[in-house]
């Protein structure tokens, strides 16, 4: 019997091992494509019974995010804790992806919808084994260093929701590092650390469709159930994002992707210039 898609999604979540998970999700994503294509029988869409945790690897140890131990970006050792970060957030990124497609299949979604998270999930996985591959040669790996427990918490938080979901993990997080990727090229850039520059420029370009398909899928929820998109999405993220969006905003790439001002700003611990100006 054939996998359905929802049950790839699956065993991609509970493969433990990040290169191990990356793998199956890169050669479930090539299945997908191959299918749509028409090169391979189709694939149904299907219903699975996702875990409510992906399964993760015993290194690193996950800490609460105050336990974390901050290092000076400025020196090696810094840029090293950078990286593992950055690989930590693209690993759960890999599941956030595969999680979406796999805890929603009882919504009936347009195919579109599917095909977009999958490319999403496949480009996480590159960007876990770019970043990977930096951290080795620099002498280090994944799960050299502890990194944050807790990021699951949007997913589980959104279990249920999938207009939540669509606000909170694109939309929310995923914005949030078109913000600050920029500056981290910049530390990596005035080490000469090419090999990290490289991998974040392509992280970079391609986040930037990420935010854009969560927008465009919850825009099309929206009006699919004929309700205001800015509304919403202020109502959604207050219930379940914990605590204020950090500005500066990057509102270029945010525009880009589909993020109006009006969407993010209110939702902002700070109110943009002119509003202060104004009062
Ligand atoms: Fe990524
Ligand atoms: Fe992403």
């Given at each position: ?87 930590h957030i693209e690993l759960n990124a890999v599941d956030l992806h595969w999680d979406i497609i796999a805890r929603f299949g009882h919504v009936p979604m347009p ?125 959604l993220v207050r219930r379940y994002f914990h605590g204020a969006l950090k500005p500066p905003f990057n509102e270029e790439k945010r525009a880009e992707a589909g ?21």
């Open positions: 019997m054939m996998m359905t898609l929802t049950q790839m999604a699956t065993e991609v979540l509970t493969t433990a091992d990040g290169r191990e998970k990356t793998a199956l999700s890169r050669r479930h994503a090539a299945a997908w494509v191959a299918s749509r294509k028409g090169e391979a029988a189709a694939i149904e869409i299907g219903t699975a019974n996702p875990p409510l945790h992906p399964a993760r690897p015993d290194r690193p140890e996950l800490l609460s995010p105050r336990d974390v131990p901050r290092r000076r970006p400025g020196s090696p050792a810094g840029r090293i804790a950078l990286l593992h970060a950055v690989a195919i579109g919808f599917y095909d977009d998270w999958v490319k999403c999930a496949d480009e996480e996985s590159k960007h876990f084994n770019l970043v990977c591959d930096c951290l080795e040669a620099l002498g280090s790996h994944y799960g050299a260093l502890p990194a944050h427990a807790g990021m699951w918490r949007a997913a589980e938080d959104t279990a249920e929701d999938l207009m939540g979901r669509l606000a909170v993990v694109p939309m929310v997080l995923e914005a949030r590092g078109l913000d600050v990727t920029p500056g981290m090229i910049e530390i990596f850039r005035k080490a000469g650390a090419e090999g990290a520059v490289s991998a974040l420029e392509t992280i970079y370009a391609e986040e930037v469709a990420h935010v854009a398909y969560g927008s465009k899928w919850f825009h099309f929820l929206c009006g699919r159930e004929d309700v205001d998109p800015k509304e919403v999405f202020h109502t993020l109006p001002p009006d969407f993010y700003w209110p939702l902002a611990e700070e109110t943009p210039a002119r509003d202060r100006a104004a009062t």
